[in-house]
């Protein structure tokens, strides 16, 4: 049996974080096992659902790397009404399912008494059962289609996450399957788009726990094999409270691309929440696959914890290649409105800083001033830039002047040093940080030998001269 797992978002805004690590974990389980991972908008509510919010799901997608394997083919339950209404009619057709003609105050009337005594809500007035005789059915009343919850006895499975879950089917409802204009519910799409796509393993947000024993149910009756289902409990903010943009948490998938956190950061970070692999922290995608499994998921919700993202992502900034990470951060520094012209390349400008950002963009303001010389903090001025710092400079300019180019290198420039500050009389110090302020226009740097000696002989001279 090949594994096929869904990811199944509602096109209604953003792209989650939470669903990213859903889609994240349903994407390892199937390539762990060699399987498909599909994916399905479920956009059967046509008002709430966009366009414009498919593009910003599949764009965010493509973003970290979570390729469904039916790319060129994408399920769209928008396009699924006829299958749906078929089906529909296949459950009316066997007694599966039946019209029911209950108007707008009845209902009301049940939810009540429902409440009251703590049962199911409907009363299952329209349900036919042997010997029952129905209420007349009312003229210009457009009836709803329920399905015919078992009534005795408990639905349950083995959810791989949560363990064992049974539901007393009593507390189920004769769910509504079709509306009265005849458009087919929430959870029998899911179903029957469930069993049509094949999926063997259904791996969701646990806030769907609750329909899952209506959806079994269903599927029993469509003479569907049964999924398996795995529920994964939520992500917290840092406060562990749930996640909104409305307490200010950082919920969109394209505002942590905007914080400048690489995709495999925040799948490494998304993966290590809520599951382990003993105590590996940093990993890459392949290792998460081949270690994945729903065993070492946690079954209780999981906080979110910025300080840990950013160090993963300092860490994935790390390990990247240079040539790629060039690519993230040429059109941040182009944002930042620098050109990088010249000889001088970027890869080479990030070799040597780039241990020193926690994310792209503190990291493309480490390389700014390779290109530009940069505008001095007040503080740094008044604390490194006293007023022998200039002719200083122009001393120590001409000593770096008598270098020739080929052998303009770090530990050449440095054999310079020393001498030149036994000479001045002063430490360390007071050369190197002015000489940052000089050449580069910021006070952080690394060390100052390696930057001189990148950014080459001419063009230090002509900032020193300036
Ligand atoms: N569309 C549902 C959601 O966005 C997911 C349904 C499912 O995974 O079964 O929460």
């Not at 005849?182 to 796509?197: A, E, Q, R």
């Not at 792209?360 to 001033?369: G, I």
């Not at 007040?378 to 007023?387: I, L, S």
Request: net charge negative; glycine share 6%; proline share 5%.
């Amino acid at each position: 049996m090949t594994v096929k797992t869904r990811f199944a978002p509602s096109p209604t805004g953003y792209l989650h974080i939470g669903g990213v690590r859903t889609a994240l974990y349903s994407w390892a389980f199937a390539k762990h096992h060699g399987g498909e991972f599909l994916l399905r908008i479920e956009d059967t509510d046509l008002e709430r659902s966009t366009q414009e919010s498919v593009d910003i799901i599949l764009q965010g997608m493509d973003w970290v790397g979570l390729h469904a394997d039916n790319r060129s083919n994408i399920v769209y339950q928008s396009k699924n009404f006829p299958r749906y209404k078929a089906l529909i009619q296949q459950l009316l057709d066997e007694g599966h399912a039946y019209h029911c003609y209950c108007s707008k105050e009845e209902l009301e009337e049940m939810r009540e008494k429902a409440e009251r005594e703590g049962t199911a809500t409907y009363d299952r007035r329209w349900r036919p059962e042997e010997g029952k005789t129905l209420p007349p059915i009312p003229a210009g009343v457009e009836p709803v289609v329920r399905f015919k919850m078992p009534i005795e006895g408990v639905t349950r499975w083995n959810d791989l996450v949560k363990g064992e879950i049974s539901i007393p089917n009593a507390a189920l409802d004769d769910l509504i399957i079709a509306r009265a204009d005849g458009t087919p519910t929430y959870n029998f799409c899911v179903v029957v788009d469930d069993m049509d796509m094949g999926i063997t393993h259904v791996i969701r947000g646990d806030d769907h726990v609750n329909n899952t024993p209506k959806q079994i149910n269903i599927l029993e009756a469509l003479g569907a094999t049964l999924p398996e289902y795995a529920h994964l409990p939520m992500i917290l903010n840092e406060q562990g409270k749930k996640i909104s943009k409305r307490s200010g948490d950082t919920v969109a998938i394209t505002e942590y691309e905007d914080m400048g956190i690489l995709p495999e950061a925040l799948l490494n970070y998304l993966a290590r929440l809520g599951w382990a692999h003993g105590d590996d922290e940093f990993f890459t995608m392949p290792q998460f696959v081949q270690w994945f499994d729903l065993e070492h998921v946690s079954a209780s919700p999981s906080r979110m914890d910025g300080k840990k993202l950013m160090w993963i992502n300092a860490e994935h900034i790390k390990a990247a290649d240079n040539a790629e990470l060039a690519k993230l951060v040429l059109p941040r520094l182009q944002q930042q409105g620098i050109a990088v012209s010249g000889s001088l390349q970027l890869e080479d400008v990030l070799a040597l800083v780039k241990d020193r950002a926690h994310d792209l963009n503190a990291l493309a303001t480490e390389c700014a001033y390779f290109y530009r010389k940069g505008t001095p903090a007040e503080a740094d001025v008044a604390k490194h830039w006293d007023a022998e710092a200039p002719a200083r400079m122009q001393r120590f300019a001409a000593k770096l002047a008598e270098l020739p180019e080929q052998d303009w290198t770090a530990e050449n420039i440095h054999t310079l040093f020393a001498p030149f500050c036994e000479a001045e009389g002063i430490k360390m110090g007071k050369l190197g940080m002015p000489l940052r302020l000089a050449v580069c226009g910021t006070a952080k740097t690394p060390s100052v030998d390696a930057v001189l000696a990148l950014m080459g002989k001419e063009e230090v001279l002509k900032r020193l001269a300036q």
